[in-house]
């Protein structure tokens, strides 16, 4: 990522250079060549249409090469690769608590394996923050009351700063922390110790505890929506629409359930607002997405089906 | 250029500032050149109140750690800064003080189309100004410039509510005088200035009118919003009460986007007047400098959520918007490269209004091309909230907007005082700010690179940012000097200044045919305008036919 930022930048560099200097070197000549000299009076001239449509046309053109090879780069920073690892983000007033799959948690350090896609689903329990870490060109605002997410892959071991770049308050300047990328085999030493469990584990029995299964039953016959295989499918909604399962759209559906109602339920759940932290709702989004996950195979395709027919 | 052609009849001539004297007559003045003057003095005031919280700012970050001040303090010494510098001194500047004295002189007018309105104008700002004076005094604002919700609606425990009315006051003294010069522009033109005769200055001045009568009201009602969600927990951008946030983001920039442009074309207009001048010509391709003022003003209104790359919005909606800011790209190179055309086989003065004209080129030119890495979508997420976005506003607000009022100021001031500043000193001022400001802003383009994030009060944890934060430091002490500089020799002239001529500079356009200082209703008969803009080559005609239009 950060090399295909810097190309971008340094062919960026080339072109303005360029500009700078033919611009800058037109002023210095011009100004020394037609200064003020008695009786040599200023030649005066009306412009010339043809040369403003090359100095509109050209630099347009060259603009939108650099549009396009931008949008480029921001479409794989925007884009996570599908398998790749994950880890939830929670922002507060003023410091970093990132909590693996894999259940460690971690506060203002996230420890990372080299040469592993890595996607954050972040969200704020306050104000707006944002995820910065300059050694991976990327940056995203946190933003409270949804998911936003970024991804990165670590090329080298080492320690890497993570900043807040988005203004939070007093402390905003503390809000810093540190990426540790470590080869492989160090990092499965780092995993082995700590966690309590795997992030969709602790999910799970927070929807038990909720009492989630008495109408998300996994069979045809609950009063909610089934929710195997859920996430990443689209959902017809009752008003027509389809939208896809992602994070923000089961966040969404917990926090304020009769937002969107899938087609063929009842507006019957009740809203669990001010009932989850974000990281119980963290590991229920874990916990959802693991019932998609789990039998990449056959489980998918019988949950689809069970789907596909409680919506007729 | 010649400035020994000194006034044939010093001193006695009846003009605006010497026809009444006292208080009361200049605080219920109507006459804009008067209210031109009691702006000058209060955004100077608001000048030197922002450029101190700079200086602070900037000797905080001399060290790495937190030392001097309080995180606290910090925060709010930079939000201090950009609100005064923005809505009490760059929105106001240029248009309310020279545009305001220029633009009825410009186009051969008594005075602006609604005088009363226009002392309105000042006195609302007074208020707006001693709001904001209050909110500074019993505690001040921490929230940055930019009042991003939910921490100004919830979270913040400052004055956000009394920086928030302060700015929405002083906004309408900013729509007040749009209004005024839309108007005026409209239905006030001598006879015989039809629009194609309009100096640059003017069409400037039409295109900025135009973005404060539409977008300033877009910033008002934000505000109102902000101080409904704080003061009555309205639920409209904070998630907590079911808004969103992001939503502030899209009507703050609205504004605040084309609020640059407002801050940016007059002073456009008055380098093309300034180069028209120093060059002896007509500006190259003068409908096409015209035009582009309009077309920035309305591609202007379409780019605001380039500031919002990584705020949460779409990819498709960033693809449109960086799209859109490519294209406002273009009418501003467009006057780069017709400045730079107009000055081929000119007769070139360097006079100091020149050195700055020279200045604001060289410095927009830099802040506009760093304005091609933000729009680009995958460059922006890195430098974005760094230290490079400072660099780069501040190339175009400070080195561009700065540069240009600078050298409005100096191009005029014979016009409005009567007097002739120090030519040397003037040019000294000049070269200081420009060696000043680039030492200030230019390493902060490194630093933004490098990473170091904006608002950062503490950076002991990256030390090596240090030397380039030294360096920006040094760079503002220089700069503070030649601020300082032209304040001093502008009041100096005032009493020992040599008498100006009406025309010292030999300038084409109808202020000059004035007397200076010029006399309270401008005219003494109605010009009538025969010529086109910049007739420079009649001007410097062998025998110049001295035309009796005015006086």
């Not at chain 1, 896609?117 to 923050?129: G, P, R």
């Not at chain 2, 003494?524 to 086109?532: A, H, I, K, M, R």
């Amino acid at each position: 990522m950060a090399g295909n930022v810097d190309a971008l930048f340094i062919f960026l560099l080339i072109v303005t250079g360029m500009v700078t200097l033919l611009i800058f070197t037109c002023l210095l000549y011009f100004a020394a060549r037609y200064r003020y000299r008695a009786n040599v009076p200023a030649e005066q001239i009306e412009g010339s249409t043809p040369l403003e449509l090359t100095w509109s046309v050209i630099p347009l053109g060259v603009f939108l090469v650099i549009f396009v090879w931008g949008a480029v780069v921001y479409f794989k920073e925007r884009t996570p690769p599908r398998d790749s690892t994950e880890v939830y983000v929670v922002a507060k007033q003023w410091m970093w608590k990132l909590e693996h799959a894999e259940g460690q948690r971690e506060i203002n350090e996230l420890h990372v394996p080299v040469g592993r896609d890595v996607k954050l689903i972040m969200t704020s329990q306050d104000v707006i923050h944002s995820f910065f870490v300059p050694a991976f060109r990327i940056k995203q605002d946190v933003l409270p009351g949804r998911y936003t997410t970024t991804w990165f892959r670590a090329t080298k071991p080492g320690t890497y700063h993570l900043f807040c770049a988005e203004y939070c308050g007093t402390q905003h300047s503390g809000m810093i922390g540190s990426i540790v990328v470590l080869a492989p085999a160090q990092y499965e030493t780092w995993m082995s110790g700590g966690s309590t469990g795997p992030l969709s584990a602790t999910g799970e029995k927070v929807f038990a505890e909720l009492g989630c299964a008495t109408c998300h039953r996994s069979d045809a016959q609950g009063r909610g929506p089934n929710l195997q295989g859920l996430f990443g499918k689209p959902v017809r909604l009752q008003d027509g629409r389809t939208v896809v399962a992602d994070e923000n759209y089961i966040r969404e559906s917990i926090l304020d359930p009769g937002a969107k109602i899938v087609n063929g339920y009842k507006p019957v759940m009740p809203t669990f607002q001010g009932l989850l932290s974000e990281e119980q709702l963290n590991a229920l989004v874990a916990y959802l997405k693991s019932l998609s996950a789990t039998k990449p195979g056959e489980g998918n395709a019988t949950a689809s089906t069970a789907q596909g027919s409680q919506v007729e | 250029m010649s400035m020994a052609t000194f006034n044939a009849h010093p001193g006695e001539r009846e003009n605006y500032l010497n026809k009444e004297y006292g208080v009361g007559s200049w605080l219920f003045t109507t006459d804009h050149k008067r209210i031109a003057l009691l702006y000058l003095i209060s955004i100077t005031f608001f000048f030197f109140i922002g450029g101190f919280f700079a200086l602070l700012i900037r000797l905080e970050l001399l060290t790495p750690a937190g030392d001097l001040v309080q995180a606290d303090t910090y925060n709010k010494l930079f939000s201090m800064h950009g609100i005064v510098m923005i809505f009490f001194f760059l929105v106001p500047s240029i248009p309310a003080v020279l545009g305001n004295f220029l633009v009825p002189m410009m186009i051969g007018a008594k005075d602006l189309a609604f005088p009363r309105i226009n002392l309105l104008s000042w006195y609302i700002y007074i208020i707006g100004g001693v709001m904001m004076l209050h909110c500074m005094l019993t505690g001040g604002v921490d929230t940055g410039w930019t009042f991003y919700a939910p921490f100004s609606t919830n979270y913040s425990n400052t004055k956000v509510v009394e920086a928030g009315l302060a700015v929405f006051v002083v906004g309408f003294s900013s729509i007040l005088t749009g209004l005024n010069f839309v108007v005026t522009i409209h239905r006030m033109r001598a006879p015989g200035m039809t629009w194609s005769r309009l100096p640059l200055f003017i069409w400037a001045h039409y295109a900025t009118s135009i973005i404060q009568l539409l977008g300033t009201p877009v910033l008002a009602i934000t505000l109102v919003l902000v101080v409904a969600e704080r003061a009555l927990h309205l639920g409209i951008f904070d998630p907590k009460l079911g808004g969103d946030p992001v939503l502030f983001q899209h009507l703050f920039w609205f504004y605040s986007h084309p609020a640059v442009y407002i801050m940016i074309l007059p002073s456009m207009g008055i380098v093309s007047e300034i180069i028209a001048c120093f060059t002896r010509k007509r500006i190259f391709g003068y409908s096409f400098v015209a035009f582009s003022s309009i077309a920035i003003a309305v591609f202007g209104f379409l780019v605001w959520a380039h500031h919002m790359f990584v705020a949460g919005t779409s990819v498709y909606a960033a693809l449109v918007f960086s799209l859109l800011s490519y294209a406002v790209a273009v009418p501003s190179a467009v006057k780069v490269f017709n400045w730079t055309a107009t000055l081929y086989k000119g007769s070139i003065h360097f006079d100091a209004p020149m050195l700055y004209a020279f200045g604001f080129i060289g410095l927009f030119t830099m802040g506009g091309l760093t304005g091609l890495y933000l729009a680009a979508l995958g460059i922006d997420v890195h430098v974005t909230d760094t230290y490079f976005i400072i660099a780069h506003f501040h190339y175009i607000m400070v080195g561009g907007a700065v540069m240009g009022y600078l050298g409005g100021m100096h191009f005029w001031w014979p016009k409005i005082s009567g007097k002739l500043y120090p030519e040397g000193w003037a040019r000294l001022a000049a070269l200081i700010v420009f060696i000043g400001f680039n030492l200030t802003f230019f390493p902060q383009f490194v630093l933004g690179y490098l990473g170091m994030p904006r608002r950062y009060y503490d950076y002991s944890h990256m030390p090596e940012y240090q030397v380039l934060n030294v360096l920006s430091t040094a760079g503002a002490t220089i700069l503070g000097v030649g601020y300082l500089l032209p304040m001093i020799y502008f009041l100096w002239s005032m009493r020992y200044g040599k008498p100006a001529s009406d025309n010292p500079w030999n300038a084409a356009g109808l202020e000059w045919k004035s007397a200076s200082p010029p006399p309270t209703f401008n005219f003494d008969e109605e010009p009538v305008v025969t010529w086109e803009a910049y007739n420079y080559e009649e001007l410097d005609a062998p025998h110049p036919q001295e035309a009796p239009v005015a006086r």
